[in-house]
């Protein structure tokens, strides 16, 4: 054991690993030292424990050296409940074998959590440009991390929208890894009018239509010439554009109200078979004709009537008028 420990001693390196980066881990592995019976427990336990940090250091290294505050804080307190619960239970062997058990667990945990990092977390970014902050595993400081597009460039795609007169539409370009971004950068919405893809746009023509926090912008009461390529850029104070993204904008016009147009019944065709009573052009100067001469004859007739009446009524005024004279003269 005693060669063990002298070899151990000598690969010790006084790097501080990620899981030794925070300050409970380094009071919890100080109380533990500390508190072995003998000054040489003391020593074989500092030697596990340096060993330890130099295991950490090559897990780290194995995989890109850095973490980040809440990966740390999750193998953090992990590893804390698994020191706990073997401080409660009282080592069954030698104190030094159990301290070698349970600082292996630590690098195990550490793998776990960082391996989960890496793989998902590190550079979430699929598209576009991420500059992180990120903890380093080796100096115990923070540092920036640097995450380029997948594809090379900030350009994250077209999506085709489509939208009808007098609605809206939603231009979103949130991605949950915009929260990681470094400072505030900004959202800048673009637009340029005409139907989308239908000519090649450069920079001059595209119009500035708001800069913003805010991810989205909704735009209301559409109307057809707001159709168009809007495009959304999320840029930092200094220019640097880490995220941009187009959207081809189509609006459907509303159909209009059209006036219905009177229809024209066709005539009807000359034929043997065809009724007495329906108005054809061989009928309609006859019936005219006999219709104009009843009206003469019964406006003649109304005439006479009324003449002979009045001269009636006339002659009875005038016998009248005469017998009273007569009456009177007698």
């Not at 980066?21 to 424990?49: G, W, Y």
């Amino acid at each position: 054991m005693l060669l063990i420990l002298v070899l151990l001693l000598c690969c010790v390196s006084a790097a501080m690993t990620c899981l030794q980066c925070d300050n409970t881990i380094r009071v919890l592995h100080e109380d533990f030292i500390l508190s072995a019976p003998t000054v040489k427990d003391q020593i074989e336990l500092k030697m596990i424990r340096d060993h330890a940090y130099v295991t950490y250091k090559k897990t780290s290294q194995e995989r890109k050296g850095v973490v980040d505050p809440t990966t740390l804080y999750r193998a953090k307190t992990e590893y804390q409940s698994e020191f706990d619960r073997f401080l409660k239970i009282k080592p069954t062997g030698s104190v030094t074998y159990e301290a070698i058990q349970i600082m292996e667990k630590g690098r195990k945990i550490l793998e776990k959590h960082l391996d989960a990092f890496i793989h998902d977390g590190l550079c979430p970014n699929k598209c576009g440009f991420l500059k992180r902050r990120v903890m380093d595993c080796f100096s115990c400081r923070y540092k920036m991390y640097i995450c380029p597009s997948p594809s090379g460039q900030q350009d994250c795609g077209e999506y085709p929208m489509q939208a009808e007169e007098g609605g809206q539409a939603v231009l979103n370009c949130f991605l949950p890894w915009h929260r990681l971004l470094l400072g505030q950068p900004e959202y800048y919405f673009t637009w340029a009018p005409g139907v989308p893809g239908t000519k090649k746009l450069d920079e001059s023509d595209f119009t500035a239509l708001v800069v913003t926090h805010d991810s989205s912008v909704v735009l209301n009461q559409l109307h057809v010439d707001e159709q168009g390529t809007y495009r959304c850029s999320l840029i930092d104070q200094n220019g640097t554009i880490y995220y941009e993204v187009t959207f081809l904008l189509t609006v459907t016009p509303l159909p209009h109200q059209t006036h219905r147009s009177l229809v024209t019944l066709p005539s009807l065709p000359h034929g043997d078979n065809y009724s007495p009573f329906q108005p054809t052009e061989d009928l309609l100067v006859p019936v005219i004709a006999m219709v104009t001469a009843l009206s003469l004859a019964v406006s003649v007739g109304l005439t006479f009537f009324l003449g002979m009446m009045m001269n009636r009524q006339r002659a009875v005024k005038e016998l009248r008028r005469n017998r009273k004279h007569t009456e009177d003269t007698v």
